[in-house]
């Protein structure tokens, strides 16, 4: 595995009953530093999310519209529950998003993959948040939804079984 996560880490933070039960009840995912270029991947992600039926809610000062939605400057701009906190931004920047997840009432953080910030993790859960760390929202879903491997990605899995959803 890619990732500067110790193993007790990876247990907490990309546990896979976790991601499979955020990525089955959530609805609203609020993805801070949604870029409008397409060549992003925050763009890529969104757009992926929004096509599988979740609803995007982009959060970028800079901007008025992402991918057809209203762009809000913060979490507490946003008018809308919010399930999870997808964010796009640097580690050293996700304490105050955190912080701010916890003050809107959001249920989830989910820090991008190379995303890793263990003391605004640590805020999270001592504030009742389930979090997921350096790992993609778009690849988890593919990963359970059955079609991660479609796009060329190693899944770990070597099966002749028809592929079987989880959500």
């Known amino acids: ?32 530093g949604l870029s409008d270029k397409p060549q992003r991947a925050s763009n890529f992600v969104g757009s992926y999310l929004k096509s599988e039926g979740f609803n995007v809610i982009p959060v970028n000062p800079m901007k008025e519209e992402i991918l057809g939605e209203k762009s809000y400057p913060d979490l507490k701009s946003v008018p809308d529950k919010i399930d999870i906190v997808d ?12 912080q701010e997840a916890i003050e809107v009432g959001a249920k989830a953080i989910w820090m991008q993959l ?3 910030n263990r003391d605004a993790a640590k805020l999270a859960v001592e504030n009742g948040l ?16 059955g079609n991660l491997h479609w796009v060329g990605m190693n899944t770990e899995i070597i099966t002749a079984k028809k592929a079987a959803r989880f959500f």
């Open 1 to 32: 595995m890619n990732t500067s996560l110790s193993v007790g880490e990876r247990e907490a933070y990309q546990n896979p009953d976790v991601i499979r039960q955020l990525l089955h009840f959530s609805q609203n995912i609020a993805i801070v």
């Open 114 to 116: 190379s995303i890793v």
């Open 87 to 98: 964010i796009f931004r640097r580690p050293q920047d996700c304490e105050a998003i955190v």
């Open 130 to 145: 389930d979090v997921i760390m350096d790992r993609c929202v778009k690849m988890e879903h593919g990963r359970y939804n």
